[in-house]
């Protein structure tokens, strides 16, 4: 997006505990003039609750399988935990003791229906666009289309690489303990359709 717009017009969020604006903490409800895109991981509440934000606003988001996340997730985290432990060298068995199975991982409340409580507050059919990332290219392109973009870069993060299959049992566990994700998801789906009909 800077790219785009220039990197004095972009901003990164991220609302936890305390409000960043590119990775600094922010005690205000008003952006810095100039800003045009805000983007990150937070939820769309958040975001309203923390700042005034015009009706007329674009609201845009990616939205990615439920399920394929929660094992995205999973194995990702791993990976991860296992860099930074580096247990071989130091001799330590933490992982041994703290790991979870992915069914475990999935039915951890934190790591349900993720998607539906960052977007509560906001329904499918509100958004100005909704985006899915095992189309990303091609969805890319028709956002591009939409906002009169003449250049844009093609970014993909967090790539976990290969991953274990999963069996048809534990998929299917995992879709039922990601309902209102699933509920979402379909809708979005289904105007994503619609905008392809009517661009024929």
């Given at each position: 997006?800077?790219?785009?717009?220039?990197?004095?017009?972009?901003?990164?969020?991220?609302?936890r505990r305390n409000t960043e604006l590119n990775g600094k903490r922010l005690n205000s409800s008003k952006?810095?003039?100039?800003?045009?895109?805000?983007?990150?991981?937070?939820?769309?509440?958040?975001?309203?609750?923390?700042?005034?934000?015009?009706?007329?606003?674009?609201?845009?988001?990616?939205?990615?399988?439920?399920?394929?996340?929660?094992?995205?997730?999973?194995?990702?985290?791993?990976?991860?935990?296992?860099?930074?432990?580096?247990?071989?060298?130091?001799?330590?068995?933490?992982?041994?003791?703290?790991?979870?199975?992915?069914?475990?991982?999935?039915?951890?409340?934190?790591?349900?229906?993720?998607?539906?409580?960052?977007?509560?507050?906001?329904?499918?059919?509100?958004?100005?666009?909704?985006?899915?990332?095992?189309?990303?290219?091609?969805?890319?392109?028709?956002?591009?289309?939409?906002?009169?973009?003449d250049k844009y870069s093609l970014i993909k993060h967090n790539i976990t690489g290969q991953k274990p299959?999963?069996?048809?049992?534990?998929?299917?566990?995992?879709?039922?303990?990601?309902?209102?994700?699933?509920?979402?998801?379909?809708?979005?789906?289904?105007?994503?359709?619609?905008?392809?009909?009517?661009?024929?």
């Open positions: 997006m800077k790219d785009v717009y220039g990197a004095s017009h972009v901003a990164r969020l991220d609302i952006l810095k003039s100039g800003i045009k895109v805000i983007h990150g991981h937070f939820s769309y509440q958040k975001l309203i609750d923390q700042f005034d934000i015009r009706e007329e606003t674009p609201v845009i988001t990616w939205l990615r399988e439920p399920a394929e996340r929660v094992i995205s997730n999973y194995y990702y985290l791993d990976k991860i935990l296992r860099k930074e432990l580096n247990e071989e060298k130091k001799d330590l068995n933490i992982l041994a003791k703290m790991e979870k199975t992915l069914l475990e991982y999935a039915a951890t409340e934190a790591n349900r229906n993720r998607m539906s409580k960052f977007l509560e507050g906001i329904t499918p059919e509100d958004f100005f666009f909704i985006g899915f990332t095992n189309h990303y290219e091609e969805d890319l392109a028709v956002l591009a289309r939409l906002l009169n973009w299959d999963v069996d048809a049992s534990t998929l299917e566990q995992i879709k039922a303990l990601n309902e209102a994700d699933y509920d979402i998801y379909n809708r979005a789906l289904k105007i994503r359709e619609e905008r392809i009909k009517t661009s024929i």
